[in-house]
Structures are given as structure tokens and as C-alpha cells.
């Protein structure tokens, strides 16, 4: 079952421009991670933000977190082509018990960047 | 640095045939293992997790089955493959302790004709 919704599924921009993507969930998290996959390859990790942090930057990504709206979004700054692919959010679900690991992933935002 | 490995990358069944897809990772000991299943367009779907050598837990209930017989070997199986288990199979690992993050393996594309 998924916990996170990306929104919007689907985007595309030009070179240069800022992306941004969102995703909600719906119970408490410890954490909430953003993942990347280009076409037909495995997921690669991006940045955990946790729970108790509102903001967090890598590189050219910024991600914020508001536990009080359950949201969280990624902004890739300066997109480039290469950042073509799509992007999960996950999260964490300490409410259903012993989570072992397990991360409820969402159905990704598809991003387009245009040269 | 961790690795891991997934074979095959592409595999064309029939139906009713046996599946056997393995994913193994170098580079750290006593990991948690899962097994996703991704469709066309949509988001992963939870198989399996495994956090030790010959235990498994299933998440749907479904026509496949894993192992886990080496520390850092998992098996995705299946007796009798059916239409609606094409698909594009991932295997990650977490670490054993934080079991945060998750690691993920290249991916093995099925396609069940």
C-alpha cells in the first residue's frame, strides 16, 4: 500500500528553470526520503529530511517538510536535461508498528527538462 | 562500498513456466533485504523484506515466493508464472541496524508472454 502522493504526476520544463514537486502522506513519519529513477534503471537515494527538520539542501535540491500539513517538496534548482526522470518521495510509518525498514513509497513525479 | 547485483536484467517467459530472479549484495553483512515490483507507470509495490538468513515476511499475497538462503543473497520465485506477473522487479537493501535508507539494484525487467 502507498502512503506518499506525488503531485503533479507529471512535469516539464526548460532548461535552466526550477522544478518543483510535492508530495503528501497521510500518518506521522520519522523520516521522508526523495528518490530518483531514471528510465528502466533501480531507484537511487536523494536526501532524507526527518521529521524534526523543516528544511534540507544537497547540491541543487532543497526539500522542506511541514508534519503539521503532512507535505514535503523537492526543488531541483537550475534544472538540467540530465535531470530528466522520476522522483519518489517515501516515508517511514512508525504508526503501524515494528516498520523494519519497510518505506511506503509514492507514484513518483515524472519530470521532463527540455534543452 | 556496497554493491548490489541483479541478473537477469530482461527475461521473456511463458506463461505457467518457473521464475527464479536473485539479487545479491557485497560489501556489508546482516542487511535487510526487500523485493519490490514496479508496473508501468505507477509506484512500488512491497513483495517481500527479509532481516536475516531464512526469514522472510509477504506483503501481498500473491503467485511468487522469496528466500533468503545466504546472508546476502535473496530469491524472488515463482512455480507457475501468470500474465499479470510482468513487470520491472527491484531488490534493495538497508542497512540492518538503521534501516533507513534504502539501496537499489538495477532491476530486472519480465515480461510474461
Known amino acids: 500500500s502507498q502512503q506518499g502522493e506525488e503531485d503533479p504526476q507529471a512535469l516539464s520544463i526548460q532548461e535552466g528553470e526550477n522544478a518543483t514537486m510535492n508530495c503528501s502522506y497521510k500518518?506521522?513519519?520519522?523520516?521522508l526520503q526523495w528518490y530518483r529513477q531514471n528510465s528502466g534503471r533501480g531507484l537511487v537515494h536523494l536526501i532524507l529530511?526527518?521529521?524534526?527538520?523543516r528544511e534540507k539542501h544537497s547540491g541543487r535540491l532543497r526539500v522542506t517538510l511541514d508534519t503539521s500539513k503532512k507535505s514535503s517538496s523537492l526543488l531541483i534548482t537550475a534544472s538540467r536535461a540530465a535531470d530528466t526522470a522520476s522522483y519518489f518521495c517515501?516515508?517511514?510509518?512508525?504508526?503501524?508498528?515494528?516498520?523494519?525498514?519497510?518505506?511506503?513509497f509514492g507514484r513518483g513525479t515524472q519530470l521532463t527538462v527540455w534543452p | 562500498s556496497q554493491t548490489i547485483h541483479q541478473w537477469p536484467a530482461t527475461l521473456v517467459q511463458p506463461v505457467g513456466s518457473p521464475l527464479s530472479l536473485e539479487c545479491t549484495v557485497e560489501?556489508?553483512?546482516?542487511?535487510?533485504l526487500y523485493w519490490y515490483r514496479q508496473a508501468a507507470g505507477r509506484g512500488l509495490q512491497l513483495l517481500f523484506y527479509?532481516?536475516?538468513?531464512?526469514?522472510i515476511s509477504s506483503e501481498v499475497p500473491q503467485n511468487l515466493s522469496a528466500s533468503r538462503p545466504q546472508d546476502r543473497q535473496f530469491i524472488l520465485s515463482s512455480k507457475k508464472l501468470l500474465l499479470s506477473d510482468s513487470g520491472f522487479y527491484l531488490c534493495?537493501?538497508?542497512?540492518?541496524?538503521?534501516?533507513?535508507?534504502?539501496?537499489f539494484g538495477p532491476g530486472t525487467r519480465l515480461l510474461v508472454l
Open positions: 534493495a537493501w538497508s542497512d540492518g541496524t538503521v534501516r533507513e535508507t534504502q539501496y
Open positions: 500518518t506521522s513519519i520519522n523520516n
Open positions: 529530511i526527518r521529521s524534526n527538520e
Open positions: 517515501a516515508t517511514d510509518s512508525p504508526d503501524r508498528g515494528s516498520t523494519l525498514g519497510r518505506l511506503y
Open positions: 560489501g556489508t553483512s546482516n542487511p535487510n
Open positions: 527479509s532481516v536475516g538468513i531464512g526469514q
